[in-house]
Structures are given as C-alpha cells and as structure tokens.
C-alpha cells in the first residue's frame, strides 16, 4: 500500500510508492561516461592548462605541484559588483588535479584536501560584506548537472537566505520551541536506538538515510555537536575523509557510476546565536536514480520507492 509521508528535515511531501521501484528504466551507471586518462588536453581544470582558468583564490601543492585549487568561475550565477542587489561570489574548486578522478575512486588524502579547501573558501566568503549564507555544492555527471567531467565542487556566496535552508530552519526553530531541544538531537537519538537506518555511527558524526526522502537512497552526513562551518577541526575533517572515502566505494559497488548530487547545509550568516541551538550542519548526498518528472514538478509532491533497509545494508560500514 502506498502511503503520504513527511520528510522530517524540510517538510516536503512524499509519496511512498515502493513497488515502483521495479518499473522498467535504464541503468544509471552511465559506464560510457567515465572518464579516461590523468591529463586531458582541452580541460581547463587540468594541470599544465592553467592558461585557461581565470584567477585561483586557493591552492594546495604537493612536490611543487598543485594537488587541488579553487578558482574564480568564469561563467557566475551571481554578478561580483557589490553595488548590484544579487551580488556575490562563485568558485570553482578543484578537487583533485586528475582529470579521470571521481569520489568513487578518489583516495583518503585527495578528500582531506578537497575538505581543508571547502573550510578555506567557506571562511573567506563568508567575511564578505552582505553575505547571509555560503552555498558549497557537487554536481556530478550530466543526469545530476556537471557541465564539465573534472572533479570539481563550487561554492558561492549570497546576498539572501535560500528558500530551501529557510524552510530547514523554520522547522527547526518550531520543534525547539514546542519540545524545548534541537531536532538533530532528537534524530540522532532516535536514529542510534532504532538502528535500521545507520551507515555509520561515531562520536562526531552520524551517517543515515530518512525513513522519508525526496530522493531514492538520499544519505544524510550529520555533525553530532552543534558548532559553525568554520570551528570544524581538522581531526574531523579527517575523518569525513574517510566517510567519504569508504561510502562511495560502497555505492560504487552497488550502484556503479551513478550521477549524484552533494550539498552542504550551514548555518545563516549573521543572525545571531539561536540558530546555532537549533540547527546542525549535514551534508546531503543525493544519488540522481530517477529525475523529477511532470507530476512532481505540477504538484510539489514527491515520489518515493525503494527498500532504505536493504540499500543501507549494502553501504554501511565501521
């Protein structure tokens, strides 16, 4: 029986509609898209093309060579003049100097690179005058948005609070307000004792998927403490590295190359300490199986389907 259900984190609707998960489609893997070879000629990200990029704002080396970076994006969603009303700015950040590297087969220390280079960026538009959030977000793949194959992550800064992190802290404000505790508190809690949905579990962090998601098999990467982008440690870093790591190497065998989306969700700039009592930092990791389709988009209803307790006992891990 198919069934209505409430995405716990943002409040959307979901139908639950298991048995179409055995609808007939194509593959996911998009096979044909890995990408060969550690040098690719024509691609800007490439090391040895830095003639075609425009200016870099980060670098990390390693043996005098680059290893990741980030640059300015040429082609923005915002306009970086301060005196226009959507001002602010967009990078580029490069997570690995290997053309035919991926977060399926990317290492530990390509991930800790990747991290410190997210908390660098973060920190530095973030002091921006104006700036009321940070957006860090991965497109991989062109079923999930990638315009190019590099790996690559972006991150901009804006003017205004998105619509989608208002309605998260909308609902976290109201549940600390009726229940008198952050609602993470209350997940992780909950997530730890039922222990149906857990991928990972450790002091700092909570891996999961919602018992109801927008998105087949979306994974959460939850910080337990509450704390700001900017105040994560390194030792933390460290080991989201190798959450990351071993998480998609586990996805990579049970879905192969899948196109996905990542995003993090932050904490708003500049309005105040509450926010900091209800709201807990987590990464969204969002495999692209199944597009929205024409009644989810004429509807705002989501459509659900799929077994979470057998996809998670595919990818959990210690």
């Known amino acids: 029986m198919n069934e209505l259900g409430i995405d716990i984190l943002n409040g959307s609707k979901v139908i639950i509609a298991k048995e179409r998960v055995n609808k007939p489609m194509d593959s996911c893997g998009e096979s044909k898209n890995i990408v060969q070879g550690e040098y690719n000629i024509d691609c800007p990200f490439c090391r040895g093309n830095e003639s075609m990029v425009p200016e870099e704002t980060f670098i990390i080396e390693e043996d005098n060579n680059w290893v990741s970076k980030s640059v300015i994006n040429k082609y923005p969603i915002l306009d970086d003049d301060i005196s226009n009303q959507l001002y602010g700015r967009h990078e580029v950040m490069v997570e690995t100097y290997r053309h035919d590297g991926n977060f399926y087969n990317m290492k530990n220390n390509e991930f800790y690179n990747m991290f410190i280079m997210y908390k660098d960026r973060y920190e530095s538009l973030m002091d921006e005058r104006g700036i009321k959030y940070v957006c860090i977000f991965k497109n991989y793949l062109r079923q999930a948005g990638a315009s190019l194959m590099h790996p690559h992550s972006q991150i901009i800064s804006l003017p205004l609070i998105p619509p989608e992190l208002e309605r998260e802290y909308e609902i976290c404000r109201d549940y600390y307000e009726k229940m008198g505790i952050n609602m993470y508190e209350h997940i992780i809690s909950q997530e730890i004792k039922e222990d149906k949905r857990v991928i990972y579990n450790s002091d700092e962090f909570l891996v999961f998927m919602p018992q109801v998601s927008r998105f087949v098999g979306e994974t959460i990467i939850l910080l337990k403490k509450n704390k700001y982008f900017e105040e994560i440690k390194n030792d933390e870093l460290k080991e989201l590295s190798y ?76």
């Open 243 to 318: 959450i990351f790591e071993t998480y998609f190497k586990n996805m990579y065998k049970e879905n192969g190359n899948c196109p996905f989306n990542i995003y993090i969700h932050t904490h708003p700039l500049n309005e105040g300490e509450m926010y900091k009592k209800t709201f807990n930092i987590h990464i969204h990791i969002v495999p692209r199986k199944f597009n929205l389709g024409g009644f989810e988009l004429s509807t705002g209803f989501y459509v659900s389907c799929g077994n979470v307790e057998e996809i998670i006992k595919k990818l959990k891990f210690k």
